[in-house]
């Protein structure tokens, strides 16, 4: 994938909308521990009113930059911690995107970098016990290495999504696998969905 246009990015929302609220329930099992036993419902009710939103786009109309910033907007209506730290996240990487309504995938690495950097600014890992940050950090760390050895888009998300699941390893105070984890391992869910967020990037934008 060389060109990247609104159509791709709306598309991976929508992808990353299913995701969450195919596992919502496992993800909220797992916020039953430590947290409000809410955050799948959250997240998914949080992707998928930008979903509908979204979908009555017609793509051509809006630029890549301006599906970011909707992104980032629908969250803020959202009362929750998670859903505002997306919502920032998602607010910095369309500030990084030109006004155009094609992109390249180099334009897309650095929206993808302050993304992450956004989770990260705003999180702190292993406090007191994994979160979100603990999935973004090696994420981002995985996807730099490979970009800076020459891996193209498809390649660079790969190793994001890899390394997003081996930084949400177990937490002992967590007792409920997700289905597409290890049978051993649990994670905290703002790893999880975490996890359920950079795969479901990675899908939608694979060549």
């Known amino acids: 994938?060389?060109?990247?246009?609104?159509?791709?990015?709306?598309?991976?929302?929508?992808?990353?909308?299913a995701?969450?609220?195919?596992?919502?329930?496992?993800?909220?099992?797992?916020?039953?521990?430590a947290g409000d036993g809410d955050h799948g419902e959250v997240?998914?009710?949080?992707?998928m009113a930008m979903e509908h939103q979204l979908a009555a786009l017609d793509p051509s109309s809006v630029t890549p930059a301006r599906v970011f910033d909707m992104a980032a907007e629908t969250f803020l209506t959202i009362d929750s911690?998670?859903?505002?730290?997306?919502?920032?996240?998602?607010?910095?990487?369309?500030s990084t995107l030109p006004g155009r309504h094609v992109i390249t995938e180099a334009e897309f690495n650095r929206a993808f970098e302050a993304m992450a950097n956004g989770i990260i600014a705003h999180g702190q890992a292993n406090a007191p016990h994994k979160n979100m940050v603990d999935a973004w950090q090696p994420a981002l760390s995985a996807f730099n290495a490979a970009r800076n050895n020459g891996g193209d888009l498809s390649t660079c998300l790969t190793e994001a999504a890899d390394a997003a699941l081996a930084g949400a390893e177990q937490d002992p105070l967590r007792p409920d696998p997700l289905p597409f984890a290890h049978p051993d391992r649990v994670?905290?869910?703002?790893?999880?969905?975490?996890?359920?967020?950079i795969r479901s990037i990675r899908y939608a934008l694979q060549d």
């Open 43 to 47: 997240m998914a009710a949080a992707f």
């Open 187 to 197: 994670m905290d869910p703002g790893c999880a969905s975490a996890v359920l967020i």
């Open 19 to 33: 995701a969450v609220s195919r596992n919502s329930h496992w993800l909220s099992r797992l916020d039953t521990v």
């Open 81 to 94: 911690a998670s859903a505002r730290l997306y919502a920032s996240a998602f607010r910095r990487a369309g």
């Open 1 to 17: 994938m060389n060109d990247i246009t609104s159509f791709e990015i709306i598309g991976m929302f929508s992808e990353i909308a």
